[in-house]
């Protein structure tokens, strides 16, 4: 498997401001791209982005002029993935590696469908409590990437990665079982960042004994009941280790979820309790948390 050195990275929100900061700063300017679609490039133009203060010459490129990269970071909203599969097609090419930190439990699926699942490794984000308002982004904790291969014919790919990481500076752990972390993340999210926007609280709030406490382990005891019946045995072990989690991050953050509902944007809701409820139907499992903060992230969305 040849070395990664350049990255095209889909998406600049939190997440894509994050690594490309990271990778930049470790590697050089020109060793990360955003490549975005032709409208944000031109509206992008003008604005000076920043990583907790200090000023980022990100380098964005048209989608249409895009070339190959050895490696395409997927950072944008569940709901904007099918347009970046377009966005990014000309980022791939026949020794690209493909990574997706959309949370949940099916975009690498939706990837691997377009491009090829062998590209696609398992990756998941987490730790960080990285927050973009605007053209801003603030973040006390970087976090790492949990990665692993689908398959044992992934090694190679999976092994250049880890070596890229190493020199660019990006904290990640290699996973033996990456499903089985991937399952785990989205117990976590799809409690915390639904809680947050569904009571309008930060990760304090979510913390704070009561209803709203109540309602983000409720819906992850959800979560670990259908991760059973799909096979993925996650434990208690695994539900305190993401509460503990929770509390290394600023009580201030929010995740994006939360952030979504401040900008008045359309959130991640059918990524986490739809794709619940979806499954939970196909068991016949009542998920009543889950179905609660559905409708009540539904009801908030439809009143703006």
């Known amino acids: 498997m040849k070395e990664i050195q350049t990255t095209a990275i889909v998406g600049m929100g939190a997440l894509g401001m994050l690594y490309a900061s990271q990778i930049t700063e470790a590697l050089g300017p020109e060793a990360a791209v955003f490549v975005a679609d032709p409208d944000r490039v031109a509206r992008y133009h003008d604005m000076t982005f920043t990583v907790n ?13 895009a070339a190959p990269a050895d490696l395409v970071i997927v950072s944008v909203k569940y709901n904007g993935l099918e347009a970046a599969l377009d966005t990014m097609a000309g980022c791939v090419g026949p020794d690209t590696t493909i990574i997706s930190v959309i949370n949940g439990i099916t975009s690498e699926e939706i990837i691997g469908a377009r491009f090829g699942a062998d590209r696609v490794l398992g990756c998941i984000a987490q730790g960080m409590d990285a927050v973009r308002f605007g053209k801003d982004l603030t973040y006390t904790q970087t976090g790492e990437l949990r990665i692993g291969c689908f398959t044992p014919d992934q090694q190679p790919r999976l092994e250049a990665l880890t070596r890229y990481l190493d020199r660019a500076k990006v904290p990640y752990t290699v996973e033996a079982d990456i499903r089985y972390r991937l399952w785990g993340k989205f117990m976590l999210n799809t409690g ?3 809680t947050c926007l569904a009571f309008e609280t930060n990760y304090g709030g979510a913390l704070t004994p009561g209803e709203t406490y109540d309602t983000m ?6 979560v670990m009941e259908l ?17 503990d989690l929770l509390r290394t991050l ?3 953050g929010m995740p994006s979820m939360r952030q979504d509902g401040l900008a008045k944007r359309p959130s991640e809701v059918e990524m986490f309790s739809g794709t619940v409820i979806r499954m939970a139907g196909r068991h016949g499992l009542a998920v009543p948390v889950n179905t609660w903060l559905y409708d009540r992230i539904k009801t908030l969305e439809a009143a703006y």
């Open 53 to 65: 203060g200090a000023a980022k010459p990100f380098s964005i490129i048209d989608s249409r002029q």
């Open 192 to 194: 915390v960042n639904q």
């Open 217 to 222: 382990t409720g819906a992850m005891r959800e």
């Open 227 to 243: 991760a059973h019946l799909e096979g993925i045995p996650l434990t208690e072990e695994d539900f305190t280790s993401y509460i």
């Open 250 to 252: 600023s009580p201030e």
